[in-house]
């Protein structure tokens, strides 16, 4: 059996992320400070050195932004794949800001900059500092609207790499070019190894990473309907002895016979820990590619990468759990109580488990059945209960708010239990609001959002 380390997400979350705020502090402003403090000058007027500077930040966060977006287990293990994800998507934003304010300070300061963009100056130099400001404006837009827009998830995942590494390479020769403070070969030299370090991060998360999966396939054993707009898909490993994961993490699965495919997309593992051997990803209609699911034929290759994200079944074994899913949120929560089974733990929790309706609530039954051979509590929280009279006093109409919640827990749990929420982003929204309200301490809440990508 393999070994657990003892780690609980909640309890080191706070002092992960002090840490790993300073580091990245640390990072982006590494570069521009030394390059200041040793630059050869002259300098010039206020304005126009701290619109540099802006720039100089703006190109260390670009190339930050290549390891944020990397899925590198060791960066984002303090604070979590989902947070790191949500930080990617804000930094981009800040970056582009950046960008701009730099353009704008420079040219406001002084107009004669306007020659960079002028292409009877010099063509190339003006194209490519337009060619940056359209791909920046455009990571940004598709990075935050892309579903408005129209534009699929493959199209926009081979646009975001390409146009990345674009801009940080015109941005590493803008500096080398300009020169005024990169003259020395040092210091041209440490830009040069800032952007080189970013496109090699590229290259190992686009190249070298699936270039690794495809010694290590699985294959499709078995797509199971759980209801109408919901499946799950079974996979066994073909030629190795699969992927150890705990309960709350989650792969990026590849279907079909290349590891380099762009169509790659998250799922939270549904299945037992205990079983490394047999993954099972349940899936709900939500787009394109999940609605091709069900039509997956049995025996078809499949690649998974990962797994990622916290794993908040660990630590004490005397910590309360209460946890909260609403729809397809459910699954890391039957992964936990399937683990809980094969594993023998005995741990006190409550679930509560919201869909629309009883026919729409996924595992259910077997949920209920877990719930009772584990000695935990199950309320099903249904937007529409059945027509019906029902006894049962663990089925409820409604939704999960702070009355309910208030109801069904034991006062002691608020102060003294962990809390992991999964579900639409407005359900986690309004859930965590509710706890918030209860007297539920802030870092003992853990929210795995389904909405990553």
Request: charged fraction near 20%.
């Amino acid at each position: 059996m393999r070994r657990r380390r003892n780690t609980d997400a909640f309890v080191r979350r706070p002092r992960h992320l002090v840490a790993w705020a300073l580091g990245a502090m640390a990072s982006v402003l590494f570069a521009p400070l030394l390059t200041y403090a040793l630059a050869p000058g002259p300098w010039r007027s206020a304005a126009i050195e701290v619109s540099v500077g802006l720039g100089f930040a703006a190109m260390a966060l670009l190339c930050l932004q290549f390891a944020t977006s990397g899925r590198f287990l060791w960066l984002a293990r303090p604070i979590g794949q989902h947070a790191m994800m949500r930080l990617h998507r804000l930094v981009g934003v800040l970056a582009g800001v950046l960008v701009l304010a730099h353009a704008a300070g420079v040219i406001l300061s002084n107009p004669g900059y306007l020659a960079f963009l002028d292409p009877r100056v010099n063509l190339p130099r003006a194209l490519a500092l337009g060619a940056v400001t359209l791909a920046l404006l455009a990571i940004v837009v598709l990075s935050l609207a892309r579903r408005e827009v129209g534009v699929s998830y493959e199209i926009w995942r081979l646009l975001h790499g390409g146009l990345a590494a674009m801009i940080v390479v015109v941005g590493a020769a803008h500096i080398f070019m300009v020169g005024h403070h990169a003259g020395p070969p040092w210091q041209r030299g440490l830009w040069i190894a800032f952007a080189g370090l970013a496109l090699a991060l590229l290259v190992w998360s686009r190249g070298v990473r699936p270039w690794q999966q495809r010694r290590r396939p699985w294959r499709v054993v078995e797509v199971r309907p759980e209801h109408v707009r919901t499946c799950t898909l079974v996979l066994m490993p073909e030629g190795h002895a699969g992927m150890p994961f705990e309960t709350g993490q989650h792969v990026w699965l590849t279907v079909g016979d290349s590891s380099f495919s762009l169509q790659q997309h998250p799922f939270t593992i549904a299945s037992s820990d205990a079983r490394p051997d047999r993954i099972e990803l349940t899936i709900k209609a939500l787009g394109d590619f999940t609605a091709s699911v069900p039509s997956i034929p049995v025996g078809t290759r499949a690649f998974l990468e990962g797994p990622y994200g916290a794993r908040w079944l660990t630590g004490s074994a005397d910590t309360p759990l209460v946890m909260i899913g609403g729809g397809i949120g459910i699954t890391p929560f039957a992964s936990a109580l399937r683990s809980m089974r094969d594993r023998g733990i005995h741990r006190r929790f409550v679930l509560f488990h919201g869909a629309a309706d009883l026919a729409r609530a996924t595992f259910n039954a077997e949920l209920r059945q877990l719930t009772m051979d584990l000695g935990g509590d199950l309320v099903t929280v249904l937007e529409s209960a059945p027509d019906e009279a029902t006894p049962d006093k663990d089925i409820v109409e409604g939704r999960i708010d702070r009355r309910l919640l208030a109801d069904r827990l034991d006062p002691t749990l608020l102060g003294q239990a962990r809390f992991v929420l999964c579900g639409p982003p407005q359900m986690l929204r309004q859930t965590k609001t509710a706890l918030h309200e209860l007297g539920v301490p802030r870092w003992h809440i853990h929210v795995e959002d389904i909405a990553m990508v």
